[in-house]
């Protein structure tokens, strides 16, 4: 296995008239998507893109993203995948960073894309809901540049939680066989297999455990251009989708969304859950409600991206990321990166085919996030002696109160359980007397009665004295991030 899109080519030989994508009803087969993706990468040529270069998508999830996704890697170049919502900044930083000589930008941000490639020279290419548009020429690229299993296929930027981001470089071997193992050990996938694509193909997990899997099986990808949960419930049921993919925040949208009551799930075999923890009371109602299994996983950016995942033919761990995928060693660490006893907290240190080859153009930064060929995470995480990893906190999310550890997730886990209680993030609050308080932002869903200082007692009344929130605030809606995984580093408490 070289380049990746031989696994589009090879899907494309074996099952040419399968729907490889589904989106309004309407499918694209995979020798249609071949072919498409064929052309794109025969004007990429045209147009001077050699093997190594670096070339940007902007686009929410629509057909053209898998076309001009595949077509790039045909022709041998890297794909920078970025998020649609950016603005003329930021989209300067990436494109001058990654050295993008072309990008593909859906027509809504095209202003804003010409706005930040007047630094970089990037082309920006408009493209419809079915590929580039004004951008044709060269003989149809059918067959794979050869390209090495550790040359780069993707740069995929990291949300920057510090500083600017930075990308990480994810090679051909990085992301196939992360794909193949999402699609064989974790999902079970064949070709008979129906995908939700709620999440969006340009993050790591949409863009691997979604497509890339799903083309290796010769699965269909039932795509939703943004997710909303009416949209959802509609593509479960007129599809039949038998694998769901989402972060926390979608299953609980999906579940307290009104039309789903009645929704007809008798296909939905597996969902799979990463992105953020999942709250035990959200798995626990949805797989009530729908009678199908959720196995949570974990994964970054920078391990291409699954680690670990609850394997559907081992026990699962309800409230546990699972066990290390093959392929890929897990161990908890101290600050020295030795290796902490069972049922101790350490940070997570990753090391396998999965881990990035290293952050593009930044030594630096690689050298201190892999000092000695194993990945430092940020996330704190006890393993048990069975080899399951339960995911306490981010490193940098720990309240420290007066001398006390306490872990957000724990604390937002009871106040789910809250039956009037949509939403929480659980953050710090600068404290005089203790350095630090524990505070809560908290949506309230519609109808709801309780009030701050019930919540409070509430919680209270669950969880040790030093833990439970001391300030309760009622907001609309929680920051989210691209996927829809709450942000708590944008979570602040009111100035009163």
Request: net charge negative.
């Amino acid at each position: 296995m070289t380049n990746l899109a031989t696994n589009l080519t090879t899907t494309a030989a074996e099952l040419p008239e399968k729907d490889a994508l589904r989106v309004n009803g309407q499918g694209v087969t995979y020798a249609q998507l071949h072919g498409m993706a064929a052309k794109v990468a025969g004007t990429l040529r045209e147009n001077g893109i050699q093997p190594g270069d670096r070339v940007a998508i902007i686009l929410p999830n629509v057909p053209a993203f898998p076309v001009v996704y595949w077509g790039i890697l045909l022709a041998g170049g890297i794909v920078v995948p970025m998020n649609p919502l950016l603005k003329a900044g930021e989209i300067d930083y990436f494109f001058t960073d990654s050295g993008a000589k072309i990008a593909f930008v859906w027509p809504d941000f095209v202003e804003e894309a010409t706005k930040g490639a007047a630094n970089s020279g990037t082309r920006v290419v408009t493209t419809g809901a079915m590929g580039p548009e004004d951008f044709e020429g060269g003989a149809p690229v059918a067959e794979p540049s050869p390209r090495e299993d550790d040359d780069t296929a993707i740069i995929l930027y990291t949300s920057g939680t510090t500083g600017r981001p930075k990308g990480a470089e994810l090679t051909h071997s990085n992301i196939h066989l992360n794909a193949m193992r999402s699609a064989k050990v974790i999902q079970e996938m064949t070709s008979d297999d129906v995908v939700m694509g709620c999440l969006p193909l340009f993050h790591v997990f949409g863009l691997v455990v979604g497509l890339n899997a799903a083309t290796i099986a010769g699965a269909s990808l039932a795509l939703i251009p943004r997710f909303d949960p009416q949209a959802a419930v509609e593509v479960i049921e007129k599809e039949r989708v038998t694998i769901m993919q989402g972060v926390p925040t979608m299953y609980a949208a999906i579940l307290n969304h009104p039309s789903s009551d009645g929704m007809d799930a008798s296909s939905l075999r597996t969902c799979a859950s990463g992105g953020s923890a999942m709250p035990l009371e959200v798995m626990r109602s949805f797989e009530e409600k729908f009678g199908c299994v959720i196995l949570e996983g974990y994964g970054l950016s920078e391990t291409s991206p699954v680690a670990s995942f609850n394997m559907p033919d081992k026990e699962r761990k309800p409230g546990t990321i699972g066990l290390a995928i093959p392929g890929c060693e897990m161990r908890c660490v101290d600050l020295d990166g030795k290796e902490v006893p069972h049922g101790e907290v350490g940070e997570i240190a990753i090391r396998g085919d999965n881990v990035m080859k290293g952050y593009w153009n930044k030594p630096e930064a690689t050298a201190e996030a892999i000092p000695d060929g194993w990945f430092r995470t940020g996330d704190l995480a006890t393993m048990d002696d069975e080899g399951y990893f339960t995911i306490v906190d981010r490193k940098k999310d720990m309240i420290l109160r007066g001398g006390m550890n306490v872990y957000p997730r724990e604390v937002e886990e009871v106040i789910y359980t809250h039956p009037d209680v949509l939403e929480v993030a659980v953050v710090g609050i600068p404290d005089e007397l203790y350095g630090e308080q524990v505070g809560a932002a908290v949506a309230l869903r519609e109808g709801a009665t309780a009030s701050t200082d019930d919540i409070i007692a509430f919680t209270k009344e669950r969880i040790a004295a030093y833990k439970y929130p001391r300030t309760v605030w009622v907001v609309d809606a929680l920051p989210k991030g691209p996927t829809g995984k709450i942000l708590r580093r944008e979570v602040h408490a009111p100035a009163e």
